[in-house]
């Protein structure tokens, strides 16, 4: 997988004008149309670990709107694997919305699990020979965690700072598993800092996340990253009007998408830290679009 042309954007508005601070928008929302953002880096490593395993099938698990069940669907059928979906709802069926319309079109096939087998299937130290078990299948699998994060995510979410051609004070991202913010953070040069912004009222779970990635790729000094708690409006996927008004007010404005789970979350939160004060003027600010802005 060779890494496409990412744009830079630069963002002028009155905030960023008066705290003296410059803001780039990194478009990895724009490098491919159904492995958004963040899931394509997510996903390189694993796949080529993957087909050199001689695996034919990818298996992972989700919630029925996920964004990670989306690109592993896509993956699977622009890389030649077929893909098993585990999503947590057996009340739910493969046309249940756009989500799953679109990953049954690439090919995946869907297990649904009650929320109790899905929490076993999740939590337990045998979640590899569970899943096998309960997926019965008899070709060879290769499982990704649920939200896509294990060491090859994180090793591709490394690559992501250096996309950017421009040097940089701080770098955001929104938060859900801490994967990419983590990739972000190990590949920090001195006197950078990262801010990830929780997507999900959790509070000290990404923090632990983070370090867990740190201490496991054994990087020093330790990387210069922060979690910020205060803008994830109730829990994942709650909005607010507020939010929402936002966001449309952005995307008319700067004539970028976003949408109110993640990227809006992070661009909310970053504009309303810029706005009180919290940056040192001069700063290079770059914020990272994840993307699942492509329904
Ligand atoms: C999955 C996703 C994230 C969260 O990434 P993590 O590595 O799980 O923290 C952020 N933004 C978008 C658009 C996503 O789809």
């Not at 508005?13 to 008066?18: E, R, S, T, V, Y």
């Not at 770098?171 to 001195?190: E, F, N, Q, R, Y």
């Not at 829990?235 to 998408?257: C, M, Q, V, W």
Request: with cysteine; hydrophobic share 40%.
């Amino acid at each position: 997988m060779q890494h496409p042309a990412i744009p830079l954007e630069k963002i002028e508005n009155d905030i960023l004008h008066q705290a003296g601070v410059q803001l780039s928008v990194l478009r990895l929302d724009l490098t491919h149309p159904q492995i958004s953002g963040n899931k394509w880096y997510k996903l390189k490593y694993n796949l080529q670990e993957a087909r050199h395993l001689n695996a034919e099938t990818l298996v992972t698990m989700g919630g029925a709107y996920s964004n990670h069940i989306i690109a592993v669907a896509a993956a699977g059928k622009e890389y030649g694997f077929k893909t098993i979906g585990i999503i947590r709802g057996e009340e739910l069926h493969d046309s249940a919305n756009s989500v799953l319309r679109f990953a049954k079109e690439c090919g995946m096939k869907f297990l649904f699990a009650t929320r109790e087998e899905y929490r076993q299937l999740r939590s337990t130290r045998e979640t590899q020979r569970m899943i096998r078990n309960f997926v019965n299948s008899q070709s060879e699998m290769y499982l990704l965690p649920e939200g896509g994060t294990n060491e090859l995510a994180v090793k591709g979410c490394r690559e992501i700072t250096s996309l950017i051609p421009i040097p940089f004070d701080v770098i955001c991202c929104p938060v859900g598993t801490a994967g990419t913010l983590a990739g972000i953070a190990l590949s920090l040069k001195p006197g950078q800092h990262a801010i990830g912004f929780s997507v999900l009222n959790a509070p000290g779970y990404h923090e632990s996340e983070v370090k867990n990635w740190i201490t496991h790729f054994q990087i020093n000094p330790f990387p210069n990253f922060q979690i910020e708690n205060s803008y994830h409006f109730g829990g994942y996927a709650n909005t607010s009007p507020e939010l929402l008004a936002f966001i449309s007010d952005f995307e008319s404005r700067h004539k970028i998408p976003l949408e109110p789970v993640y990227s809006g979350k992070m661009m909310f939160g970053l504009m309303d830290r810029i706005r009180s004060g919290k940056f040192l003027k001069n700063s290079s600010i770059i914020a990272i679009h994840t993307g699942g802005v492509g329904g």
